[in-house]
Every structure is written in structure tokens, then in C-alpha cells.
């Protein structure tokens, strides 16, 4: 797993496994930095088949310093098994913000930053990080 921030925009890539503990935690701290003192949360997500454990998740959205309630989330993935852990981890059972994910194909990344309301600039950052990205979870 890795991560980094374009703008608003917080991306996060992850491999083929899903994220450990330490990585989890090390993830979450960045994203309390990355959100605080903001409105909303604006993420991408793109997996080639890792997915975070339902505690994890849980630890995720109901963080209270975390403005998930206020958010557009698109997961990026060609994983039938990533879309439907998205799919059943939005319902509105199991999730305080359902209905704020958006799944897209891996062809349709720019689509995904369009969705996130990313600027032309932000947009071509944000592909370039995701490559950064892909190259850091594919080495370890």
C-alpha cells in the first residue's frame, strides 16, 4: 500500500494483498494530516486486488476527525473481488457514509478524477502519482 495527496485529492494505491496493521495505521495517521481542517474528503483509489480488512475500513469511516460524512470516493479497479467488498461495505448497514463510492475500471482513471471534481492540472498530477505509486507497492 501507498499513498500521497494532489491538491485536495488523497490517492491511494494498492497491490495485490491487502494492507497489514502497521500500514493501515501509518495510512490513517495520513489522512487525519491530509484532512484536517477541511470540509470534505476527496479520494482515489486504485487496487490491483488489495482491499483493507472490515476492521480496518471501520476504523477508516468512523473516525470522527475525519470529514467522510462531506466526500466522493472512486475505487479504480479491475477486482470483481474489490467490487463487491465495495459494494457490500457501502451499504448503508454497515457504512455511516453508503452511497458516496464510486467503482470504475482501470481504463477509466481519468473518468474517476473527473468524478473527484480534479482540475486538468491536478488531474495529470494525479495519473503521474499513481504510476509513482504502482512502481512503490510493485517493489516490495
Same mark, same amino acid.
Not at 494532489?6 to 489522512?31: I, Q, T
Not at 458516496?100 to 498530477?125: H, I, N, T, V, W
Given at each position: 500500500?501507498?499513498? =500521497? ?7 491511494? @494505491?494498492?497491490?495485490?494483498? !491487502? /494492507? %497489514?496493521?502497521?500500514? $493501515?495505521? &501509518? ?9 484536517? =481542517? ?7 483509489? @486504485?487496487?490491483?486486488?488489495? !482491499? /483493507? %480488512?472490515?476492521?480496518? $475500513?471501520? &476504523? ?81
Amino acid at each position: 500500500m501507498a499513498f =500521497g495527496a494532489v491538491g485536495e485529492v488523497f490517492v491511494v @494505491v494498492h497491490g495485490h494483498l !491487502a /494492507p %497489514s496493521d502497521k500500514e $493501515w495505521n &501509518r495510512y490513517l495517521d495520513a489522512v487525519m494530516a491530509h484532512y484536517r =481542517g477541511r470540509s470534505r474528503a476527496r479520494a482515489l483509489i @486504485v487496487t490491483q486486488g488489495g !482491499a /483493507p %480488512s472490515p476492521a480496518q $475500513w471501520q &476504523r477508516l469511516v468512523t473516525h470522527p476527525e475525519i470529514p467522510f460524512h462531506k466526500g466522493k470516493y472512486c475505487v479504480v479497479t479491475d477486482s470483481t473481488f474489490v467490487r463487491g467488498v465495495v459494494q457490500g461495505m457501502d451499504a448503508p448497514a454497515l457504512n455511516p457514509i453508503s452511497g458516496q463510492y464510486q467503482l470504475f475500471k482501470r481504463g477509466q482513471l481519468l473518468e474517476a478524477l473527473r468524478e473527484l471534481d480534479a482540475s486538468p492540472g491536478e488531474q495529470r498530477a494525479a495519473i503521474a502519482l499513481v504510476a509513482q505509486l504502482e512502481k512503490t507497492v510493485g517493489e516490495r
